[in-house]
T-cell receptor
Framework: SQQGEEDPQALSIQEGENATMNCSYK?????LQWYRQNSGRGLVHLIL?????REKHSGRLRVTLDTSKKSSSLLITASRAADTASYFC????????????FGTGTRLKVLA | GAGVSQSPSNKVTEKGKDVELRCDPI?????LYWYRQSLGQGLEFLIY????????KSGLPSDRFSAERTGGSVSTLTIQRTQQEDSAVYLC????????????FGPGTRLLVL
């Protein structure tokens, strides 16, 4: 699998429910970031979690990081129709260059 | 302040023609990235500029692809002798120092090669 692979590939839930998506990666990281993309255009940064952090919150978002399992999860609580988008994780590696590796994304659909 | 801008928004070209895509990063951002995203796919890293250092070109898919960044600001991605498989959305992002932090994306250029 690729570095930064999200799971599931697609998720459909009812408004008000929680949405959880996962990201796995392969190499050592400096930090891990989650982005949202609407309509296949520019990405918007949601949250950054550093390798020495285990959990981080931002509004209705909760991100966890387990470096021993090389995985992260993004939880969106009380979802809204406006949360419908694709969500990507991106890892910034420690290999000496700061290029990011993006996963394949989770397509979330929130039904009103 | 202004965000990252890209031009053109859309580009339709014929196979074999050259195209230039432009990215204006956020002022003061030292890092600039180009990515390619095919329909329904994730982002594919192309090239990374950091300050005055030599760019990381490890993601460029062929020698038909090149990019430059003039004066540490505006960047141009050039695709020579375009092929149909080059059709994709090309996204640019910039990031402030230190590197490895949040990226700010432009709206992308949708390229269609006929």
């Amino acid at each position: 699998s690729q570095q930064g692979e999200e799971d599931p590939q697609a998720l459909s839930i009812q408004e008000g429910e929680n949405a959880t998506m996962n990201c796995s990666y392969k190499t050592s990281i400096n930090n891990l970031q989650w982005y949202r993309q609407n309509s296949g255009r520019g990405l918007v940064h949601l949250i950054l979690i550093r390798s020495n952090e285990r959990e981080k919150h931002s509004g209705r978002l909760r991100v966890t990081l387990d470096t021993s399992k090389k995985s992260s999860s993004l939880l969106i609580t009380a979802s809204r129709a406006a949360d419908t988008a694709s969500y990507f994780c991106a890892t910034a590696t420690t290999s000496g260059t700061y290029k990011y590796i993006f996963g394949t994304g989770t397509r979330l659909k929130v039904l009103a | 302040g202004a965000g990252v801008s890209q031009s053109p928004s859309n580009k339709v070209t014929e196979k074999g023609k050259d195209v230039e895509l432009r990215c204006d990063p956020i002022s003061g951002h030292t890092a600039l990235y180009w990515y390619r995203q095919s329909l329904g796919q994730g982002l594919e890293f192309l090239i990374y500029f950091q300050g005055n250092s030599a760019p990381d070109k490890s993601g460029l898919p062929s020698d038909r692809f090149s990019a430059e960044r003039t004066g540490g600001s505006v960047s141009t991605l050039t695709i020579q002798r375009t092929q149909q498989e080059d059709s994709a959305v090309y996204l640019c992002a910039s990031s402030p120092a230190p590197p490895g932090e949040t990226q700010y994306f432009g709206p992308g250029t949708r390229l269609l090669v006929l």
